[in-house]
């Protein structure tokens, strides 16, 4: 895996996330979807937690093996500050989308189970919500729906800030929706990992089988991987990127300074 020539490929998207292995283990998992559609597991990183170091070396390691956006990137991760702060290092431009269903199970915690139902139509109708307006309106209605009940529940919604709502605002193709508001993609092959290793009672950390045991399984989910659905869709999105953030320039080229904000319009002529 760690070989795997990532120059190869044009990737539009990378998702992070995390899963425990027990004993004080935890592995932060990369995967890019191309501009094509199709998914790859990049690299792991093993270590105590997802902490800032953990995650900053496995996106210096895979920008070493040629992870290089030709355009803005659109990360997705599940929520974590450590993931979030070590993609801004690395590319300080990346349009950040928080994953819903883990922001939904972080908000459940701090509700009464009776309110569980509404706060899952609400989200649903969030994942299906076709551009910015649409979804801020949903996420009016949720903090409505929370003021009332939990002031935890209220802030965690908030502490999301625009990263709840990002794929919609970049005004991407709503039958995108499905994959880019989570990191289901990752979630997926996290269940092949604890099926492959749920005899596993004892992790040696004075060796390399973390290591060896979360490759294997990994490389065995990915061999059942399949593109996207809508997968004609990612070229709109890679436009859009573009728009935003124009590709580096030709050696012996003058630079293009790129976006800060997406305060650029972006590109309106997909046609479902």
């Not at 990183?45 to 030709?70: H, M, T, W, Y």
């Not at 989308?97 to 189970?113: A, E, F, G, P």
């Not at 993609?185 to 004892?202: D, G, L, M, Q, Y």
């Not at 996207?228 to 859009?240: E, R, S, V």
Request: aromatic share 6%; charged share 30%.
């Amino acid at each position: 895996m760690g070989e795997r020539d990532l120059r190869k490929a044009d990737y539009v998207v990378l998702m992070l996330d995390g899963i425990g292995l027990g004993n004080d283990l935890c592995a932060v998992v990369a995967l890019g979807i191309t501009v094509e559609g199709e998914k790859h597991i990049l690299d792991f990183q093993i270590g105590a937690s997802e902490n800032l170091e953990v995650c900053a070396d496995l996106l210096n390691r895979i920008e070493e093996r040629d992870f290089n956006p030709k355009r803005r990137l659109l990360a997705i991760t599940d929520g974590s500050k450590a993931l979030r702060n070590s993609i801004r290092k690395k590319w300080s431009e990346a349009v950040i989308q928080r994953c819903l269903i883990h922001k939904v199970r972080n908000i459940k915690s701090y509700l009464s189970y009776r309110h569980h139902g509404e706060l899952d139509r609400l989200f649903k109708r969030l994942r299906r919500a076709e551009g910015l307006e649409a979804a801020e309106e949903v996420v009016v209605e949720l903090k409505n729906f929370l003021k009332g009940k939990n002031a935890q529940a209220l802030a965690s919604l908030e502490e999301a800030g625009d990263e709840l709502l990002a794929v919609h605002g970049l005004g991407a193709p709503s039958t995108l929706n499905t994959t880019l508001l989570n990191t289901n993609c990752i979630e997926n092959p996290f269940r092949n990992v604890r099926a492959k290793t749920r005899r596993v009672s004892r992790w040696r950390t004075d060796t390399n089988m973390a290591s060896k045991w979360l490759a294997y399984a990994l490389l065995e989910a990915e061999r059942g991987f399949r593109r996207i659905n809508h997968c004609k869709d990612m070229k709109h999105l890679a436009k859009i990127l573009q728009s935003f953030s124009p590709p580096p320039p030709e050696e012996g080229e003058k630079a293009t300074p790129s976006l800060s904000t997406l305060d650029q319009k972006p590109a309106t002529d997909y046609k479902p």
